[in-house]
């Protein structure tokens, strides 16, 4: 098993930036592939970006492309994401998820039902 604890969010004015963390623990996520989504009251769960296990390939959301980066510290267990030039539109709860098959690619895509675990979520508010 692998828990996931997310930090990081909180209340922030447009164009502002946020850094967001993503604690692992019960395994070492090393290979994994590791992604952040996004849930807006009343809308789906939205992916955001991924990111491989070695941290050398990333993919994003065509809204989020150029604004946020995915990252990761393998040494310490943990993800990231650095939001910037943040809109009203980024306001959600963003979740931390790892696809919990080892080296396997299938989650870079973005699709939720690739991922096994899932954190509780951070809020993120970004005010006009």
């Known amino acids: 098993q692998v828990q996931l604890v997310e930090s990081g969010g909180g209340l922030v004015q447009a164009g502002g930036s946020l850094r967001l963390s993503c604690a692992a623990s019960?395994?070492?996520?090393?290979?994994?592939?590791m992604g952040w989504f996004r849930q807006a009251p009343g809308k789906e769960r939205e992916f955001q970006a991924a990111?491989?296990?070695?941290?050398?390939?990333?993919y994003y959301a065509d809204s989020v492309k150029g604004r946020f980066t995915i990252s990761r510290d393998n040494a310490k267990n943990t993800v990231f994401l650095q939001m910037n030039s943040l809109k009203p539109a980024d306001t959600a709860v963003y979740y931390c998820?790892?696809?919990?098959?080892?080296?396997?690619?299938?989650?870079?895509?973005?699709?939720?039902?690739?991922?096994?675990?899932w954190g509780q979520g951070t809020q993120v508010t970004v005010s006009s």
């Open positions: 998820a790892a696809d919990g098959s080892p080296f396997a690619a299938r989650a870079m895509g973005g699709m939720a039902h690739a991922y096994d675990y």
């Open positions: 019960g395994r070492n996520i090393s290979r994994y592939v």
């Open positions: 990111i491989n296990w070695r941290g050398d390939s990333t």
